[in-house]
């Protein structure tokens, strides 16, 4: 049993995308469940337009918008291996849910596009790999379309990134005259041929050094001249420098027409890391044959509109999940019964009925579970908790109609609990005009919505001039009352203060040194990896 454990985790390979808005994310998630063949055409779900046919998509606002607003888990088998593709929010205003996502993978994938290089959010989510050690794979996508020189874009990974880059495949011909790619293990190439939209896999035609040379003769002799220098830069592939973060291997794809996307499945079994033992809160690692134990990175209502319901959605650590097993509920000790937890692809859910380390399960109806709790049978463990984060935007809401006072809190508490936004409350303000946080304003577009979809509560929603807030100690509760500075309670009883401004926050902090005021430095990173250029 533990033997089959240990094996199936060395197949799991768990993944994020991370990237800009429009660098190809959509596209790609298609892409290579295309290859993996869980999907036959691809065609139907190019272009904004026709998004809405897209199978990590599902929210009526993510289709209106074309953006992605919340995490998915697309699972599909390539080579023998299982991938495990997390979903990743595209909009800036939904970094937090990124920040969790990447809580719960292995391996990110940075998707570039080839004429823009690094961009804002990329360098932003990138901060957040840094910080939790995740491994990352660069993918430079669109080089089907005139860009940046291969030479420059590695240049300015290498100073951006920190990460020396390491390619695995080399483009043959410039951005925009793509002619095919070098496979820089095989010394052979791949060549490029465009398919009707994307539709269907690109054939590929495999040539030797001697075919390449003649067929794309200058092209051909420009790569190999390319990877001469990169041999000698000392730029290549090593599997214990890119797990520490030295390097980052990098890919060249024009996913669009499915081109490269084999190499990219390729990288993912052959160079991203399988799971491996976790730290729990004691700093004592859990085997991956220990008994079952997993981690909430996200919680979700409403996603199938005929039953109202509630997912968790949690990674598996150690040991094997199997649908209908009892397991405990660190934060409570309770028992939750796992009947109808299920695997997620897209709209179409599956009922898992195994899992293993590496793999996301969902449970539903889990109501008490949270957002970084965990779960687990046979010995008890508790993952280290998921940072939550300081508000940066607070607005009040109240219902237009006051008969449905009670569904509107209903409401509220449950978006509270699914991290969706903070429900804040002081005694001031008294319980009919709670305050709301967030860190980007279109998390309260989103709770309006859920509230009036799933709850029937149409809301108004006012803001208030607050766009700084402190976790306050205890004892410093007093002091802040005095510098008549206002407090708000959080549902995991953690008070805030709030500042209109971080000048504010500053006068307070100079005529009060005594307050601890400070931001913890989990708190400061994710700030700035979130703040917009
Ligand atoms: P996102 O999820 O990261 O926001 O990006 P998405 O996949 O939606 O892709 C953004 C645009 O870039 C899409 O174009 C898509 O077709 C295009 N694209 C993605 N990969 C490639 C590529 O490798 N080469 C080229 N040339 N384009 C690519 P769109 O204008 O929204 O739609 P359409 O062009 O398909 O009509």
Redesign the pocket.
């Known amino acids: 049993m533990t033997d089959e454990v240990v094996e199936q985790a060395q197949r799991r390979r768990t993944v994020a995308i991370i ?1 800009h ?7 790609m998630t298609e892409a290579l469940a295309l290859h993996a063949r869980l999907i036959d055409t691809a065609g139907a779900t ?3 337009d026709n998004r809405r046919a897209t199978i990590s998509d599902w929210m009526a606002m993510e289709q209106e918008r074309g953006i992605s607003i919340s995490s998915t888990v697309l699972q599909f088998v390539y080579a023998d291996h299982v991938i495990n593709l997390v979903d990743t929010p ?1 909009h800036a205003d939904f970094s937090e849910d990124t920040y969790r996502v990447l809580c719960a993978v292995d391996c990110a994938i940075m998707l570039l596009d080839a004429a823009k290089g690094l961009e804002a959010q990329t360098r932003k989510l990138l901060d957040v790999c840094r910080r939790r050690g995740i491994p990352v794979i660069t993918v430079v ?2 080089w ?2 005139p860009g940046l020189d291969a030479l420059q874009l590695l240049d300015d990974i290498s100073q951006e990134t920190g990460m020396l880059p390491t390619p695995i495949t080399w483009p043959v011909g410039i951005a925009g005259e793509f002619v095919g790619v070098l496979d820089r293990a095989k010394g052979s190439m791949v060549e490029f041929s465009r398919t009707a939209g994307g539709a269907t896999r690109a054939p590929e035609r495999h040539l030797s050094a001697a075919e390449a040379a003649e067929s794309h003769l200058l092209s051909w002799a420009t790569a190999v001249d390319e990877i001469a220098l990169l041999d000698s830069e000392g730029q290549t592939h090593d599997d214990d420098l890119f797990r520490e973060r030295f390097t980052t291997p990098v890919l060249f ?5 499915n081109f490269g996307v084999k190499f990219v499945l390729d990288a993912i079994i052959d160079i991203a890391p399988a799971p491996t033992t976790q730290v729990d809160v004691h700093s004592v690692g859990r085997d991956i044959d220990a008994p079952f134990s997993a981690q909430v990175f996200k919680v979700q209502a409403g996603m199938d509109s005929a039953h109202r319901d509630r997912t968790a959605f949690a990674r598996l650590h150690s040991g094997r999940f199997e649908r209908g097993m009892m397991v405990t509920h660190a934060q409570t000790d309770r028992n939750i019964s796992t009947k109808y937890a299920r695997s997620l692809v897209g709209r179409e859910r599956a009922t898992s009925d195994e899992a293993f380390p590496g793999d996301v399960i969902g449970i539903v109806n889990a109501n008490d579970v949270r957002i970084g709790d965990t779960l687990y049978a046979g010995a008890a463990v508790t993952y280290p908790p998921m940072p939550s984060f300081l508000p940066e935007a607070f607005v009040t809401m109240r219902s237009r109609d006051s008969s449905r006072s009670k569904q509107f809190h209903r409401g509220l508490a449950q978006l509270d609990s699914e991290g969706v936004i903070q429900l804040l409350s002081s005694e001031a303000r008294g319980p009919q005009r709670p305050v709301l946080g967030a860190v980007g304003l279109m998390q309260f577009e989103v709770a309006a919505r859920r509230l009036r979809d799933e709850f029937r509560v149409e809301v108004e929603t006012e803001p208030l001039p607050f766009s700084v807030s402190r976790i306050v100690r205890p004892e410093d509760a007093a002091g802040i009352k005095d510098a008549g500075i206002e407090m708000l309670e959080r549902s995991d009883s953690q008070v805030l203060a709030v500042f209109a401004d971080s000048w504010q926050l500053k006068r307070v902090q100079r005529t009060h040194p005594d307050l601890a005021l400070d931001e913890s430095e989990e708190d400061m990173a994710f700030r700035q990896s979130v703040a917009l250029d």
């Open positions: 990237s808005p429009d660098a190809g994310k959509s596209t190019h272009g904004k595209g996508n669109k089907d379309r794809t024009a996913a669009a027409s």
